[in-house]
């Protein structure tokens, strides 16, 4: 191992999960060094194959590594206090739980067990997860990541009860807001629908990039599906997993259009993928960025 290329170390290296890696990095300053570098962050993440589900129930975290049983949990210990146990999941990326808590949004990558809290975001939480309040709107949330502008964003897209919009996006590096009147945003809800079609754009900002990635028969479940969430595909290609009204999770078989409920799980309020990474939450900006593609995915 010794004799090998320091790059041919580097990436064979970066094919590990992220607990080996920890491990090694107890080892020696070098690789102490190595694997705390922004490059190999970033090449490892590439390179990561490590997916997990992560289920979010009350204040409780679990996680499942296991696809093919997914009855099979671990819970994890949330590193900070959630005051009032009133905490919700906004999004996940690049390995990083994006989660709002009363005291502000928590950064947590559960792999590396480390955390940041931002105070004082402006961030309206949604009226429906907030007790003996009435229902006069809802708000939608998202959290990624921007290679065009080398910075983690959240979004927060407002709808009022006269269905006035607006869009709110904090930038996370750099601290900056942007804020977007609603004046010709459009939300279609259509529940008398047959079928449910899922497009993805392969090349964001395109047009002429949106591809359907499949179908599914409404007739084929037995729930209102009020909101539907992809999570992914099973390891054949074949099922697709989702979850349903922050409830339950289902498969759903591409071929035969069958709904198989997935039974042994307590009922949940949020479930996502993540990926394991060395990510930290603090936000570094990458000195030597390149422009990477980003997709958009459409539930019509």
């Known amino acids: 191992m010794a004799d090998l290329p320091p790059e041919i170390i580097t990436g064979i290296i970066s094919l590990l999960p992220v607990q080996s890696l920890l491990r090694f990095r107890s080892t020696s300053k070098s690789l102490q060094s190595l694997i705390d570098s922004h490059n190999f962050i970033k090449l490892h993440l590439r390179n990561s194959l490590n997916r997990f589900l992560i289920l979010r129930h009350n204040s409780d975290f679990y996680q499942i590594n296991d696809f093919s049983n997914l009855t099979t949990r671990i819970k994890l210990n949330l590193p900070f206090k959630i005051p009032n146990n009133f905490i919700s999941l906004f999004g996940s990326c690049n390995g990083l739980l994006c989660i709002s808590i009363n005291v502000g949004i ?41 290679p065009l ?5 959240l979004s927060e897209s407002l709808v009022s009860s006269n269905y006035t919009t607006t869009l709110m996006i904090h930038m996370l590096h750099s601290s900056a807001r942007k804020r977007t009147p609603g004046k010709y945003f459009l939300l279609i809800v259509n529940y008398q629908t047959s079928k449910i079609d899922v ?17 599914l028969v409404r007739s084929c479940f ?6 539907l969430r992809p999570l992914g595909y099973s390891s054949d290609g074949s099922m697709v997993l989702f979850e349903v009204d922050h409830e339950k999770l289902f498969w759903y078989d591409l071929k035969s259009e069958h709904v198989n409920y997935v039974e042994g799980i307590p009922n949940l309020n949020e479930a996502m993928i993540c990926v394991g990474s060395l990510v930290p939450p603090s936000f570094p900006r990458n000195e030597n960025r390149t422009s990477k593609r980003r997709y958009f995915l459409l539930i019509v």
């Open 199 to 215: 497009w993805l754009m392969k090349e964001y900002g395109c047009r002429d990039s949106w591809r359907k990635l499949f179908t």
């Open 106 to 146: 928590a950064f947590w990558n559960p792999n590396i067990r480390k955390h940041r809290i931002i105070p004082n975001l402006p961030i309206q939480t949604p009226a429906l997860s907030k007790p003996n309040t009435i229902h006069v709107g809802f708000c939608v949330h998202g959290f990624g990541f921007d």
């Open 222 to 227: 037995t729930l209102q599906l009020e909101s």
């Open 149 to 153: 502008t080398d910075d983690y964003k």
